[in-house]
């Protein structure tokens, strides 16, 4: 089983749809979570850490289950250029930052 | 510019041949990180070094691969004898620290091994 596991998508929503992103991780000794963002041939690059008690930054939304051991990002209102590979991350605290295989969204006009 | 900088950005090879990956962390950063991302996959970890030790180097896969850091800045990663499968994006990214969090990721050397 891999450490961070996401579905990888595609995702094709309309413009303005809602739409919700699911993370799940093995390793419950798991101290910190994000979310990047990776556009086509680019580099990744940070959208938001993950809080327990969930956090918004404008749009997006990212919530956090340590019980169940996964992660979510929502966001709302989707604009053609929302079109990326998100990436789950986690930290487990021996310096390794451990990256899903992504999921891929594309915003459809 | 005041971003992490990799070169080679793309270096195509023959199978067997000896490669040097460079990155240059962004000043004052003492946490760097090389991953490698193949297509479809998300980057999967390699090496962390903190200053000029590499404190964590249980994701090279196997002792083809080598990663120094002299100086606690530039970095070099080194690929003995390639292989076709060693082909993918090496990706460095440099941290304040290694508990911030906001890894940032230079653009990248692709490697294809022929």
């Known amino acids: 089983r891999k450490e961070v596991e996401q579905d990888p998508g595609p995702f094709n929503v309309p413009e303005g749809a809602t739409v919700a992103f699911n993370c799940t991780y093995s390793?419950?000794?798991?101290?910190?979570f994000f979310w990047y963002r990776q556009d086509c041939r680019k580099e990744p690059k940070l959208l938001m850490s993950v809080y327990s008690s969930g956090n918004e930054d404008g749009r997006f939304t990212a919530q956090l289950n340590r019980a169940s051991q996964y992660i979510s990002l929502l966001i709302r209102d989707s604009k053609l250029s929302d079109s990326a590979t998100y990436l789950c991350?986690?930290?487990?605290?021996?310096?390794?930052?451990?990256f899903g295989t992504g999921t891929r969204l594309k915003v459809l006009a | 510019g005041a971003g992490v900088s990799q070169t080679p950005s793309n270096k195509v090879t023959e199978k067997g041949k000896y490669v040097e990956l460079r990155c240059d962390p962004i000043?004052?950063?003492?946490?760097l990180y090389w991953y490698r991302q193949s297509l479809g996959q998300g980057p999967e970890f390699l090496i962390y070094f903190q200053g000029t030790g590499a404190a964590d180097d249980s994701g090279l896969p196997n002792d083809r691969f080598f990663a120094v850091r002299p100086e606690g800045s530039v970095s070099t990663l080194k690929i003995q004898r390639t292989e076709r499968g060693d082909s993918a994006v090496y990706l460095c990214a440099s941290s304040l620290d290694w508990n911030t969090g906001e890894l940032f990721f230079g653009e990248g050397s692709r490697l294809t091994v022929l």
């Open positions: 000043s004052g950063h003492t946490a």
């Open positions: 991350v986690v930290y487990s605290g021996t310096y390794k930052y451990i």
């Open positions: 390793n419950s000794a798991s101290q910190s």
